[in-house]
């Protein structure tokens, strides 16, 4: 989804799903009774403190065709990107069939419409499949450890392992990238820290990322975009260490023109 002008926070979910309730109801969902269940940005901001927004709001609806029109009315009124709210979740690697059977009830808004969230394990199971690194993926995984953490909840191998196991049937299905990030985060256990440090990476990745879309358009896509990103970041390393060397080396002849001057 395109990230323009829409942003969603813990503040502004609500009432904009409210909105839609008010507006569905008006359109006679009032005798078929919605349902949406929350995916992804807008299960770990509705959920959760540490992300303070995501740009469209990812779901599994099952309603009546009205709820379309109420959607649309509401992005209208907002200005609000076209699909602001939207199934494309669907058609990604991440989406399991099995998703409804975990998730957990949020609130109920306008009374037709009952909204619930993925939270918990099965949330990093789902980021761990997608385990993107231009996205929220793994600093989304270390914020829900470190605030689970905090609440005395922690959140054990174990259940991530049967949530894994619950959605997708097994480990083949995840990326070994994303299981070793998983491993070497629960042996270090400093989720708080390693949130931070997670982040700034993506932040970077998807910099890095624009700018190479920018020069080469049309040429990144699923299959290789890790890839990409990998010769970015050595790339953009071996300079670091190249101007690194070459300050290293003035500094040098400057401290021996000095010594020179000296005699």
């Not at 395109?2 to 359109?27: C, I, P, Q, W």
């Not at 509401?74 to 199934?87: E, I, P, S």
């Not at 969230?117 to 231009?134: D, F, N, P, V, W």
């Not at 929220?136 to 196991?165: F, Y």
């Amino acid at each position: 989804m395109s990230s323009d002008g829409s942003v969603f926070t813990s503040d502004n979910l609500d009432e904009y799903l409210k909105e839609v309730a008010k507006e569905y109801r008006k359109m006679g969902g009032k005798f078929v009774p919605a349902e949406i269940i929350l995916i992804g940005g807008a299960a770990v901001i509705a959920n959760y403190g540490f992300r303070e927004m995501t740009t469209d709001i990812d779901a599994i609806i099952h309603a009546s065709s009205a709820m379309k029109d109420a959607i649309n009315v509401v992005g209208d009124r907002h200005n609000l990107q076209n699909g602001w709210l939207n199934t494309d979740f669907l058609r990604t690697s991440s989406y399991s069939s099995k998703l409804e059977q975990y998730s957990t009830y949020y609130r109920t808004f306008g009374g037709v419409m009952s909204v619930r969230t993925i939270r918990a394990e099965y949330l990093i199971a789902m980021k761990l499949r997608s385990g993107r690194l231009y996205k929220n993926d793994r600093s989304d995984i270390a914020g829900i450890l470190a605030e689970h953490e905090k609440r005395g909840e922690p959140i054990s191998m174990n259940r991530i392992d049967q949530a894994i196991i619950n959605l997708y049937g097994g480990w083949e299905q995840i990326p070994e990238s994303s299981q070793t990030f998983l491993r070497e985060i629960i042996e270090g256990g400093k989720y708080q820290d390693e949130y931070g440090i997670v982040r700034q990476e993506e932040v970077n990745n998807k910099k890095m990322l624009i700018e190479f879309e920018d020069q080469y358009p049309g040429v990144t896509n699923s299959e290789n975009v890790d890839s990409i990103i990998g010769n970015l970041k050595r790339k953009h390393q071996n300079r670091k260490q190249t101007i690194d060397l070459l300050r290293h080396l003035k500094q040098e002849e400057q401290e021996i023109d000095e010594d020179e001057l000296e005699r």
